[in-house]
């Protein structure tokens, strides 16, 4: 038996061809969901569709940039016009790299700006018409610089407190249509490009591992799971959350990573 059944359910992944959003549509796919992937490269599509389809079930992609409204509606109102209402709605479309402030010229800055906050917004935004109301749950993934400063990092933290306060007014004003709106947000996750970029040697990987609690890196799975855990009858009561899947490592202010970005900034 599955611990968690989507069969039937149709699930969006906005930035789902890559990393751990790939991996959140794995597994909502393995517990039987249709899945719709959309991401800016068609050869990213093509791939993250056939592995997808492996697990017997159904899976579709879109070719759209997050960054592009009209674009992020049209792949969303296809999906739509083939499965019906969007039960779960993942954004998770996303950039990074280590700067240092005074490093980031205005294009940069705006760049993860563009994709992270104007990217959610849209993805939201358009979404909402498509979505199964009542019953919709929505999952932004989000980042410890969300919630945590972090040097070198100023675009992310202000991209993702953004993020997550979309997240919140969301919840507040779409809870009476039946719709749930959450935030995950990953800590140093195995095997990402994510952490490739934050973290690129053998040596600042330890130092990550080693100031989190569980004393690991998180992986994939775990994250996926999460989300697996909050668009079921199980978190019904959950909406406007910021849940972290880090191991602990925010508890002491996600030293060890903010030591690593700095290191590797340098």
Known sequence: MKPFDYTGKTVFVAGGTSGINLGIAHAFALAGAQLVVMSRRQDKVDAAVTALKAHGGVALGFSADVRDPAATEAALKAAHARFGPIDILVSGAAGNFPAPALGLSPNAFKTVIDIDLMGTFHVLRTAVAYLRQPGACIINISAPQSYIPMAFQMHACAAKAGVDMITRVAAMEWGK???????????????????????PTPELSR?????????????????????????????SYVTGVVLPVDGGCSLGGAVGLARAVSADAK
Not at 177 to 199: H, K, Q
């Open 177 to 199: 249509s039946g719709i749930r709106v959450n935030s995950v947000a990953p800590g140093p996750i195995a095997d990402t490009e994510g952490m490739a970029r934050l973290s």
């Open 207 to 235: 130092l990550v591992a080693d100031s989190v609690p569980l004393g690991r890196f998180g992986t994939k799975q775990e994250v996926a799971d999460a989300c697996l855990w909050l668009a079921s009858p199980m978190a």
